[in-house]
């Protein structure tokens, strides 16, 4: 047995050094690529979405699809940090699900600029100081995040990724168990996710809404019978014990980032656009409005309303469709939507999540 063992592990090693040898080869030639392109783009969400894509369809494992999706992300961060390494924006503090979304999208080979809100993510990037950001769109459980909404509607970025994260939520404290814990700090839509496990387990203690699970991390490492609700890298970051893991009430929940940056997108073969538009208030308007979608054969896959902001029951609708803005049957509808919408934004078309 001791032989055989030694034999396997030899040829791990030898596996090793290949593979150490053919990742800088690939390193090399994303360098000479980054000479060629001179001025172009670091980034391209395109080309970065089809590598993956690939991949993925040829693993046979027994790697899973995650592990090969993580394991290549951080091949292409460290590779396209030999160029520059990207700057990217995301609600902070550190330990945010905002930073766990970025670094699932680009890596940990990045520039990381944790922000105060949402407000000044889209600030950094419209002002040049970070070349992307990474802002929430969506959750399963709550629903929209409107602020994201508004901004998206207001601010000339583009949208050119989204990252799909499951969110599993645990209660943290410097407290060895949950019977010290009077109250509990989370961003309110964390306090929501988890509602019914709050309620049946610290019913007494008080639910303290803070701009992010962080900030509520790091004033729960401050404060005796104080505990948080967030992220296992939180958890580590501030050093609190995790008293319970996975406390969200429904075990699906997941949360939709979007990435935005002044950057465009072109076609990867699997893509989204994203709009926002407005229309005239007059009987079957609303018909009119979508019915380019179907006449052109365009999926479309998320529907939002918000207030428009300039009037009482006056509306935008945020949409999402399957396809990108420069295939021809998307083209064709989206320029029979100028002629019926009163208003019509396209916010970006990007590779669709794996």
Same mark, same amino acid.
Not at 284 to 308: I, K, N, Y
Not at 310 to 322: A, H, K, L, R, S
């Given at each position: 047995?001791?032989?055989?063992?030694?034999?396997?592990?030899?040829?791990?090693?030898?596996?090793?050094?290949?593979?150490?040898?053919?990742?800088?080869?690939?390193?090399?030639?994303?360098?000479?690529?980054?000479?060629?392109?001179?001025?172009?783009?670091?980034?391209?969400?395109?080309?970065?979405?089809?590598?993956?894509?690939?991949?993925?369809?040829?693993?046979?494992?027994?790697?899973?699809?995650?592990?090969?999706?993580?394991?290549?992300?951080?091949?292409?961060?460290?590779?396209?940090?030999?160029?520059?390494?990207?700057?990217?924006?995301?609600?902070?503090?550190?330990?945010?699900?905002?930073?766990?979304?970025?670094?699932?999208?680009?890596?940990?080979?990045?520039?990381?600029?944790?922000?105060?809100?949402?407000?000044?993510?889209?600030?950094?990037?419209?002002?040049?100081?970070? +070349?992307?950001?990474?802002?929430?769109?969506?959750? $399963?459980?709550?629903?929209?995040? *409107?602020?994201?909404? =508004? @901004? /998206?509607?207001?601010?000339?970025?583009?949208?050119?990724?989204?990252?799909?994260?499951?969110?599993?939520?645990?209660?943290?404290?410097?407290?060895?168990?949950?019977?010290?814990?009077?109250?509990?700090?989370?961003?309110?839509?964390?306090?929501?996710?988890?509602?019914?496990?709050?309620?049946?387990?610290?019913?007494?203690?008080?639910?303290?809404?803070?701009?992010?699970?962080?900030?509520?991390?790091?004033?729960?490492?401050?404060?005796?019978?104080?505990?948080?609700?967030?992220?296992?890298?939180?958890?580590?970051?501030?050093?609190?014990?995790?008293?319970?893991?996975?406390?969200?009430?429904?075990?699906?929940?997941?949360?939709?980032?979007?990435?935005?940056?002044?950057?465009?997108?072109?076609?990867? +073969?699997?893509?989204?656009?994203?709009?926002?538009? $407005?229309?005239?208030?007059?009987? *079957?308007?609303?018909? =009119? @409005? /979508?019915?380019?979608?179907?006449?052109?054969?365009?999926?479309?896959?998320?529907?939002?309303?918000?207030?428009?902001?300039?009037?009482?029951?006056?509306?935008?609708?945020?949409?999402?469709?399957?396809?990108?803005?420069?295939?021809?049957?998307?083209?064709?509808?989206?320029?029979?939507?100028?002629?019926?919408?009163?208003?019509?934004?396209?916010?970006?078309?990007?590779?669709?999540?794996?």
């Amino acid at each position: 047995m001791t032989d055989q063992l030694k034999q396997l592990r030899d040829r791990i090693d030898a596996i090793d050094t290949e593979i150490l040898q053919l990742v800088n080869q690939r390193a090399q030639l994303a360098r000479d690529i980054g000479e060629l392109k001179g001025a172009g783009p670091i980034y391209r969400p395109e080309r970065e979405a089809q590598v993956m894509r690939r991949l993925q369809d040829q693993n046979l494992g027994p790697l899973p699809a995650d592990a090969v999706a993580h394991l290549f992300t951080e091949i292409i961060s460290a590779c396209r940090a030999l160029e520059e390494a990207l700057s990217v924006a995301f609600l902070g503090p550190r330990g945010t699900f905002s930073e766990e979304a970025a670094l699932k999208h680009f890596g940990s080979q990045v520039r990381a600029l944790p922000s105060a809100s949402i407000d000044h993510v889209f600030r950094e990037v419209e002002a040049g100081k970070a +070349g992307f950001g990474v802002v929430p769109v969506e959750n $399963s459980t709550d629903g929209a995040v *409107g602020r994201t909404l =508004d @901004l /998206l509607l207001a601010t000339p970025v583009h949208v050119c990724g989204e990252v799909l994260l499951p969110v599993h939520q645990c209660l943290m404290s410097k407290a060895t168990s949950i019977q010290p814990i009077q109250k509990i700090y989370a961003h309110a839509q964390s306090l929501a996710q988890c509602h019914e496990w709050l309620t049946q387990n610290l019913p007494d203690a008080e639910r303290i809404p803070v701009v992010s699970n962080a900030e509520g991390a790091r004033l729960a490492s401050e404060q005796a019978g104080a505990g948080s609700i967030g992220s296992q890298a939180a958890a580590a970051l501030y050093q609190l014990t995790v008293l319970a893991a996975n406390i969200e009430d429904q075990p699906n929940n997941t949360t939709r980032f979007a990435v935005i940056s002044k950057q465009e997108a072109t076609p990867s +073969g699997q893509d989204k656009t994203s709009l926002v538009m $407005s229309v005239r208030n007059r009987p *079957g308007a609303m018909h =009119d @409005l /979508l019915a380019p979608l179907s006449e052109h054969g365009v999926d479309m896959t998320r529907f939002e309303s918000r207030p428009s902001r300039t009037g009482m029951w006056e509306y935008v609708f945020f949409v999402d469709v399957q396809g990108h803005q420069q295939e021809t049957h998307v083209a064709r509808a989206l320029e029979t939507l100028r002629g019926q919408a009163s208003f019509l934004k396209i916010l970006g078309s990007y590779p669709a999540a794996l």
